[in-house]
């Protein structure tokens, strides 16, 4: 995995594809669900996704389960985390708490560097160049998943109430075409 010091992120805006969208984020299911997929099942979303995603422009999707479940979900069979491809770059991220995606990012970071939200969302984010800028989350509106914790700053979030097991590239597509359609404001005022 590339170190932080040899990433580069873009503000918000910089960078942007015509969408604006450079890297998408779903935030859905179980460590469970995730590892009781069947593997070609798994591949075969891997692969629709990704092509959905690039599709809109985007250079990085990350997927990331909603919290743990009732079992221990082992993730241990899915050999590559990141896959490459003709489609766009696949980040398969199985922490479930943000907070300890944070700390773990934190001890990776050369101790000499200097700690600012730059380097902050590089130590998060590698190999992902860009901080989400949608974050589709599969779940009710009323409730943020754990595993959300730095991405909440510039990201725009959409749910859907879409089980991980019947999430589709029609999901996906509806949830980067509602993000197209917002005028974003990073936190201004209207």
């Known amino acids: 995995m590339p170190t932080p010091s ?5 503000p918000p805006g910089e960078g942007s594809t015509a969408s604006g969208l450079r890297h998408a984020l779903i935030v859905g299911g179980t ?3 995730w590892s009781d997929q069947p593997d070609g099942m798994w591949d075969e979303r891997i692969v629709t996704l990704g ?3 690039r599709a809109a422009g985007a250079h990085w999707l990350t997927l990331r389960p909603y919290e743990a479940g009732d079992g221990p979900g082992d993730m241990s069979r899915r050999q590559a985390p990141i896959g490459r491809g003709p489609t766009c770059t696949v980040i398969i991220d199985p922490t479930v708490d943000g907070r300890h995606r944070f700390a773990d990012a934190m001890r990776r970071l050369d101790p000499s560097a200097v700690v600012d939200e730059a380097t902050v969302a590089q130590a998060l984010y590698a190999p992902a160049e860009a901080e989400p800028d949608l974050v589709l989350v599969l779940g009710p ?7 959300l914790v730095w991405e909440l700053g510039y990201a725009e979030l959409v749910f859907v109430a879409t089980p991980w097991q019947e999430l589709t590239a029609a999901d996906l597509a509806g949830a980067i075409d509602e993000y197209t359609n917002r005028s974003r404001r990073f936190g201004g005022l209207p």
């Open 31 to 33: 460590l469970s669900e």
């Open 6 to 10: 040899n990433l580069t992120a873009s």
């Open 141 to 147: 509106d009323s409730r943020l998943p754990a595993s």
């Open 51 to 53: 092509e959905t995603a």
